[in-house]
Nanobody, 121 residues
Framework: QVQLVESGGGLVQPGGSLRLSCAASGSILSINNMGWYRQAPGKQRELVAAITKGGSTNYADSVKGRFTISSDNAKNTVYLQMNSLKPEDTAVYYC???????????????WGQGTQVTVSS
C-alpha cells in the first residue's frame, strides 16, 4: 500500500507565496518521477511541474520563473514553492509519483488526495 499525502494549500492574496509538500509512504521500493498537477473548476487536470529521481525538472510555461519544484529523496517527499501567485493559479493541486511498491515488479502512478490553493484578494 502506497499513500501520497499533501499539505500546504490555502488562501493567499495575489503576489503572495505558498509552499506545498507531498510525502510518499508505505511499502515503497523506489520512486522515479514525482510531480504536481492542478485542476481548476471546469478545466482538465494539467501538469504544473515534475522532477526526476536525478533532479531534472520541467515546468508548465505558465509557472516558469514563479514556481520551483524540489525533492528530498531520503524522505520520499516533493515540494512546490509557489511565488508571485496569480488568481489564475487557483485550483486543486495534486501530487503524483511513479512508485514501485514492494509487491510489484514495476512502477505505477499514484496520486494524492489534492489540496486547494485559492489566490484572491
Amino acid at each position: 500500500q502506497v499513500q501520497l499525502v499533501e499539505s500546504g494549500g490555502g488562501l493567499v492574496q495575489p503576489g503572495g507565496s505558498l509552499r506545498l509538500s507531498c510525502a510518499a509512504s508505505g511499502s515503497i521500493l523506489s520512486i522515479n518521477n514525482m510531480g504536481w498537477y492542478r485542476q481548476a473548476p471546469g478545466k482538465q487536470r494539467e501538469l504544473v511541474a515534475a522532477i526526476t529521481k536525478g533532479g531534472s525538472t520541467n515546468y508548465a510555461d505558465s509557472v516558469k520563473g514563479r514556481f520551483t519544484i524540489s525533492s528530498d529523496n531520503a524522505k520520499n517527499t516533493v515540494y512546490l514553492q509557489m511565488n508571485s501567485l496569480k488568481p489564475e493559479d487557483t485550483a486543486v493541486y495534486y501530487c503524483n509519483a511513479y512508485v514501485q511498491a514492494q509487491s510489484s515488479p514495476y512502477h505505477a502512478a499514484y496520486w494524492g488526495q489534492g489540496t486547494q490553493v485559492t489566490v484572491s484578494s
